[in-house]
């Protein structure tokens, strides 16, 4: 059964009652209280300017746990090169943007409507949204951004506009903050790739609990 919100209340129906593809809810707004008390029951909002806001809690979770990262010899060579110089919060709005804006294949359009890019940037200014940056030659060629709650950060997008960005953007986090857990939300090769795995919804919020 899928719940209707409304503006006027702040609140959410027990995860457990989410559809068979993780839908719980339709409606509602994206105001910073909402959106935190979202990703604080492992709830995240996923949908594009045709649709109203919904709401999604999956079953599973598909998330990176640090300490399995795997790098490949290439990855390794590359962060030794120094090709990239990798930044923490320095220009989240840009990361936003183009996460939003880079083409992705067999996607037309993009989830990240101006209403999602405004709400995540209030986020970032109450320091609840962070974001990496990755440059080449001080120019933005990568990064992602996502919600940290307690040691948990839950990815939101990332975007590379050069080979590998987006995956030393992952690396760098996962190396150099103090994030116990990466929430993936959705499966890619790409991230099974680096240890990404799934795990059960219990299992997800214990995690975010006890971080």
Known sequence: MVYQLSEDEIWFPQTELADEDGLLAVGGDLSANRLM????????????????????????RFVLFPD?????????????SNKFRITFDKCFA????????????GEPGTWITSAMQEAY????????AHSVEVWENDVL????????????FCGESMFSKVNNASKAALIWL???????????QVYTSHLESLGAEFIS????MKHLRTG
């Not at 840009?94 to 880079?102: E, L, S, Y």
């Not at 940037?121 to 609840?128: T, V």
């Not at 990568?142 to 948990?152: E, K, S, T």
């Not at 919804?201 to 997800?204: A, P, T």
Request: charged letters at 25%; proline letters at 4%; one cysteine or more.
């Open 174 to 184: 996962c190396q150099n903050k103090t994030y116990t857990m990466i929430d993936c």
């Open 121 to 128: 940037i209030n986020l970032h200014r109450l320091d609840h």
């Open 201 to 204: 919804r219990d299992d997800y």
């Open 141 to 152: 060629v990568g990064g992602l951004y996502g919600v940290a709650i307690n040691r948990v």
């Open 68 to 80: 399995k990262l795997r790098i490949s010899s290439t990855m390794r060579k590359l962060i030794k």
């Open 94 to 105: 840009d990361v936003i943007h183009a996460c939003a804006n880079i083409r992705r294949e």
């Open 37 to 60: 008390l979202a990703y604080q029951h492992g709830i995240f909002p996923w949908y594009s300017d045709d649709t109203p806001i919904l709401w999604y809690s999956p079953h599973e």
